[in-house]
Protein backbone atom coordinates (compact mmCIF):
# COMPACT_ATOMS: atom_id res chain seq x y z
CA UNK A 1 0.00 0.00 0.00
CA UNK A 2 1.21 3.72 -0.90
CA UNK A 3 2.02 5.79 2.01
CA UNK A 4 0.23 8.94 2.59
CA UNK A 5 1.36 11.90 0.39
CA UNK A 6 3.54 14.45 2.33
CA UNK A 7 2.09 18.11 2.32
CA UNK A 8 5.34 20.68 1.14
CA UNK A 9 4.63 23.07 3.68
CA UNK A 10 4.24 21.60 7.38
CA UNK A 11 5.61 17.70 6.67
CA UNK A 12 2.50 15.97 7.99
CA UNK A 13 0.66 13.28 5.89
CA UNK A 14 -2.64 14.04 3.77
CA UNK A 15 -5.19 12.17 2.22
CA UNK A 16 -4.35 11.67 -1.32
CA UNK A 17 -7.12 13.13 -2.78
CA UNK A 18 -6.81 16.26 -0.68
CA UNK A 19 -6.64 19.55 -2.18
CA UNK A 20 -5.86 21.78 1.19
CA UNK A 21 -3.71 20.35 4.16
CA UNK A 22 -6.09 19.79 7.05
CA UNK A 23 -3.68 20.78 9.70
CA UNK A 24 -1.96 24.04 7.88
CA UNK A 25 -3.55 24.94 5.01
CA UNK A 26 -1.04 24.53 2.21
CA UNK A 27 -2.90 24.38 -1.36
CA UNK A 28 -2.15 21.36 -3.11
CA UNK A 29 -4.70 22.56 -6.18
CA UNK A 30 -4.24 26.25 -6.79
CA UNK A 31 -7.47 26.43 -8.44
CA UNK A 32 -9.23 25.74 -5.42
CA UNK A 33 -7.39 28.00 -3.39
CA UNK A 34 -8.62 30.51 -6.38
CA UNK A 35 -12.44 29.92 -5.97
CA UNK A 36 -12.64 31.95 -2.59
CA UNK A 37 -10.50 34.18 -0.20
CA UNK A 38 -11.58 30.92 2.74
CA UNK A 39 -9.62 28.45 0.39
CA UNK A 40 -6.40 29.95 1.41
CA UNK A 41 -7.39 28.89 4.89
CA UNK A 42 -7.36 25.42 6.06
CA UNK A 43 -10.90 24.70 7.09
CA UNK A 44 -9.35 23.57 10.55
CA UNK A 45 -8.12 26.81 10.60
CA UNK A 46 -11.25 28.88 10.17
CA UNK A 47 -12.91 26.59 12.64
CA UNK A 48 -10.62 26.79 15.17
CA UNK A 49 -10.27 30.88 14.98
CA UNK A 50 -13.68 31.57 14.25
CA UNK A 51 -13.19 33.38 10.61
CA UNK A 52 -15.82 34.41 8.36
CA UNK A 53 -16.71 37.12 5.65
CA UNK A 54 -15.70 40.35 6.59
CA UNK A 55 -18.31 42.90 6.54
CA UNK A 56 -16.65 45.13 4.30
CA UNK A 57 -19.22 47.65 5.20
CA UNK A 58 -18.16 48.69 8.99
CA UNK A 59 -16.02 51.24 10.25
CA UNK A 60 -13.27 49.19 11.28
CA UNK A 61 -13.47 47.12 8.16
CA UNK A 62 -12.29 50.36 6.03
CA UNK A 63 -9.88 51.12 8.36
CA UNK A 64 -8.15 48.02 8.09
CA UNK A 65 -8.48 48.04 4.45
CA UNK A 66 -6.99 51.28 4.43
CA UNK A 67 -3.85 49.99 6.32
CA UNK A 68 -3.37 46.99 3.97
CA UNK A 69 -3.89 48.82 1.13
CA UNK A 70 -1.13 51.41 2.00
CA UNK A 71 1.30 49.04 2.93
CA UNK A 72 1.12 46.42 0.18
CA UNK A 73 0.03 48.23 -2.92
CA UNK A 74 2.39 51.13 -2.65
CA UNK A 75 2.41 52.96 -6.32
CA UNK A 76 0.54 49.94 -7.70
CA UNK A 77 -3.50 49.47 -8.22
CA UNK A 78 -5.00 46.66 -5.74
CA UNK A 79 -7.65 45.29 -8.27
CA UNK A 80 -5.01 45.15 -10.96
CA UNK A 81 -2.96 42.74 -8.67
CA UNK A 82 -6.27 40.78 -7.88
CA UNK A 83 -7.20 42.30 -4.67
CA UNK A 84 -10.73 41.56 -4.05
CA UNK A 85 -12.33 42.91 -0.72
CA UNK A 86 -15.03 40.40 -0.91
CA UNK A 87 -12.55 37.47 -0.14
CA UNK A 88 -11.23 38.77 3.00
CA UNK A 89 -12.09 37.01 5.86
CA UNK A 90 -12.74 38.07 9.84
CA UNK A 91 -13.19 37.23 13.31
CA UNK A 92 -13.51 39.25 16.58
CA UNK A 93 -10.05 40.22 16.60
CA UNK A 94 -8.61 40.15 12.87
CA UNK A 95 -9.13 40.47 9.44
CA UNK A 96 -7.39 38.30 6.63
CA UNK A 97 -6.38 39.84 3.75
CA UNK A 98 -5.38 36.74 1.73
CA UNK A 99 -3.48 38.54 -1.24
CA UNK A 100 -0.18 39.46 -0.34
CA UNK A 101 2.97 40.15 -2.84
CA UNK A 102 6.57 38.47 -3.95
CA UNK A 103 7.78 36.19 -0.70
CA UNK A 104 4.51 37.34 1.54
CA UNK A 105 1.44 34.91 1.74
CA UNK A 106 -1.38 37.23 2.88
CA UNK A 107 -1.31 39.56 5.82
CA UNK A 108 -3.31 39.78 9.13
CA UNK A 109 -4.66 43.01 10.45
CA UNK A 110 -5.38 43.16 14.07
CA UNK A 111 -8.64 45.48 15.12
CA UNK A 112 -7.43 46.57 18.36
CA UNK A 113 -4.52 48.04 18.88
CA UNK A 114 -5.14 48.39 14.45
CA UNK A 115 -1.94 46.67 13.27
CA UNK A 116 -0.85 44.76 9.91
CA UNK A 117 1.19 41.69 10.53
CA UNK A 118 2.28 40.50 6.40
CA UNK A 119 2.85 36.65 6.29
CA UNK A 120 6.31 35.27 4.83
CA UNK A 121 5.59 32.23 2.24
CA UNK A 122 7.80 29.29 3.77
CA UNK A 123 4.54 28.50 5.00
CA UNK A 124 0.75 27.99 4.99
CA UNK A 125 -1.32 30.96 6.19
CA UNK A 126 -3.09 28.68 8.42
CA UNK A 127 0.08 27.99 10.10
CA UNK A 128 0.96 31.82 10.09
CA UNK A 129 -2.44 32.49 12.16
CA UNK A 130 -2.02 29.70 14.29
CA UNK A 131 1.47 31.33 15.38
CA UNK A 132 0.04 34.81 15.76
CA UNK A 133 -2.45 33.30 18.11
CA UNK A 134 0.28 31.81 19.72
CA UNK A 135 2.41 34.50 20.72
CA UNK A 136 5.02 33.72 18.06
CA UNK A 137 6.29 37.16 16.65
CA UNK A 138 6.45 37.64 12.94
CA UNK A 139 8.42 41.08 12.73
CA UNK A 140 10.03 41.91 9.75
CA UNK A 141 13.61 41.43 10.74
CA UNK A 142 15.07 38.55 12.53
CA UNK A 143 16.80 40.75 15.27
CA UNK A 144 13.45 41.84 16.20
CA UNK A 145 11.68 38.89 16.66
CA UNK A 146 12.32 38.01 20.80
CA UNK A 147 9.96 35.26 22.27
CA UNK A 148 10.68 33.35 25.13
CA UNK A 149 9.37 28.82 25.12
CA UNK A 150 8.76 27.05 27.96
CA UNK A 151 8.59 23.49 27.05
CA UNK A 152 6.10 21.74 29.78
CA UNK A 153 5.81 17.92 29.33
CA UNK A 154 8.00 15.96 26.50
CA UNK A 155 6.95 12.55 25.25
CA UNK A 156 9.32 12.01 22.68
CA UNK A 157 13.13 13.17 23.35
CA UNK A 158 14.68 12.20 20.49
CA UNK A 159 11.61 14.39 17.85
CA UNK A 160 11.83 16.68 20.72
CA UNK A 161 15.19 17.40 19.80
CA UNK A 162 15.38 17.46 16.08
CA UNK A 163 12.56 20.33 16.53
CA UNK A 164 14.17 22.86 19.12
CA UNK A 165 17.69 21.96 16.66
CA UNK A 166 15.27 24.05 13.52
CA UNK A 167 15.68 27.37 15.40
CA UNK A 168 18.35 27.28 18.34
CA UNK A 169 21.85 26.24 17.51
CA UNK A 170 22.14 22.39 17.20
CA UNK A 171 25.50 22.65 19.83
CA UNK A 172 23.77 24.48 22.40
CA UNK A 173 20.98 22.17 22.49
CA UNK A 174 22.97 19.30 22.91
CA UNK A 175 25.26 20.31 25.29
CA UNK A 176 23.28 22.96 27.23
CA UNK A 177 19.71 22.05 26.91
CA UNK A 178 19.05 18.29 26.32
CA UNK A 179 20.45 17.68 30.55
CA UNK A 180 17.61 20.32 31.44
CA UNK A 181 14.78 18.15 29.50
CA UNK A 182 15.31 15.85 32.23
CA UNK A 183 13.51 18.12 34.71
CA UNK A 184 10.43 19.81 33.23
CA UNK A 185 9.45 22.78 32.74
CA UNK A 186 12.17 24.42 31.28
CA UNK A 187 12.32 27.92 29.58
CA UNK A 188 14.49 29.30 27.25
CA UNK A 189 14.33 33.33 26.75
CA UNK A 190 15.19 35.55 23.76
CA UNK A 191 14.90 33.52 20.91
CA UNK A 192 13.22 33.57 17.54
CA UNK A 193 10.47 31.18 16.60
CA UNK A 194 9.84 32.34 13.33
CA UNK A 195 11.45 29.21 11.45
CA UNK A 196 10.36 26.62 14.47
CA UNK A 197 6.53 27.43 13.43
CA UNK A 198 6.28 24.28 11.11
CA UNK A 199 8.04 22.16 13.70
CA UNK A 200 6.02 23.35 16.86
CA UNK A 201 2.78 22.33 14.36
CA UNK A 202 4.37 19.01 13.81
CA UNK A 203 5.34 18.62 18.02
CA UNK A 204 1.35 19.18 18.40
CA UNK A 205 0.26 17.00 15.75
CA UNK A 206 1.99 14.14 16.95
CA UNK A 207 1.95 14.88 20.50
CA UNK A 208 5.76 14.82 21.44
CA UNK A 209 6.37 17.61 23.56
CA UNK A 210 4.01 20.91 24.62
CA UNK A 211 4.93 24.10 25.76
CA UNK A 212 3.90 28.24 25.95
CA UNK A 213 4.67 31.28 24.34
CA UNK A 214 6.07 34.18 25.36
CA UNK A 215 7.09 37.33 24.76
Known amino acids: MNAPPICDMCGLNFPSNATVCAYCGGIFD ?11 LSKRCRDEFDYRIAKIESEIFKEAEALYLLNLFVGKSASDLGYERELVLENEDTFYFPLGGIGCGGNLVSKSPLRLISFGSYIAPSAHIWAYYQGISMAPLGKDRQNSLKILHMKDEKNTVRVLKTFLNPRWVERELVPKLTTLPVEINGIDLYFGIRGLLEAIENEWFSFQVSN
Open 30 to 40: MQECAKTGAAS
